[in-house]
Every structure is written in C-alpha cells, then in structure tokens.
C-alpha cells in the first residue's frame, strides 16, 4: 500500500517535497516512480528511482527543477519540487513496480502495478 503526501498550496517559485510511504517489507525490492494528473488529461510520468536509488530519470519539463530519492529504511520515496509554476498544478501520484531498471525504464502507467492515492499540488501565479 501506497501513501502520498506533502501537497498543497503554494506560490509560483516556491518549493514542495512530496512523500509517499510504502507498507510493508519489500519496498527495497520496487522501482518507485511519480505521475502527475490534471482534469481532462492522461496521467504524465514525472520522475523514476530504481530500487537502491542510484539511478533516477525525470521527464524534460521538471529536469533540473526536481529531485527524486528514497530512504530504503524508512519505505518511503521523496519527491522535491524547486521553481514551481502554475503549469505543475496536478494531482501527484507514487506507483510501484517490480521491473528491473536495466531492462528499461518505466514511464508509463500501465507500467506499475501498486498505485497511492495522489496528493494535490496547487501552484499560484
């Protein structure tokens, strides 16, 4: 089970870390990956960790804006948010995978199989 959480509202500029803690003991075992969604649109793939965190992808409209990394002791999986604009506006979603990041990495949905619930992020103009 997956639990989202850190979202809210905040100005553009400014900064969110989202968390997303997992249940259970083989967490270290996931690919953990975050998905953004707005009304009326697919769910996008945002950013990806492999199990032990050394490698990380993230999609070109957040590189070098957000930082994805996770505490293998503590289950959970972070997502920072730096230089926020209104267009990050979604609902953020933590998926699970048991794909390998040598075979390729996931980036979309139907890839991962465990999902959390979404946590809104509202960035003001």
């Known amino acids: 089970q997956l639990q989202a959480s850190g979202g809210g509202l905040v100005q553009a500029g400014g900064s969110l870390r989202l968390s997303c803690a997992a249940s259970g003991r083989t967490f270290v075992y996931y690919l953990m990956g975050w998905f953004r969604q707005t009304p009326g649109k697919e769910r996008e793939f945002v950013a990806a960790?492999?199990?032990?965190?050394?490698?990380?992808y993230y999609t070109d409209s957040v590189k070098g804006r957000s930082t994805i990394s996770r505490d293998n002791t503590k289950n959970t999986v972070y997502l920072q948010l730096n230089s926020l604009k209104p267009e990050d506006t979604a609902v953020y979603y933590c998926?699970?995978?048991?794909?390998?990041?040598?075979?390729?990495?996931?980036?979309?949905?139907?890839?991962?199989?465990?999902w959390g619930q979404g946590t809104l992020v509202t960035v003001s103009s």
């Open positions: 960790i492999s199990s032990t965190g050394f490698s990380k």
């Open positions: 998926a699970a995978t048991t794909r390998k990041w040598r075979f390729g990495v996931p980036t979309t949905d139907q890839e991962y199989a465990y």
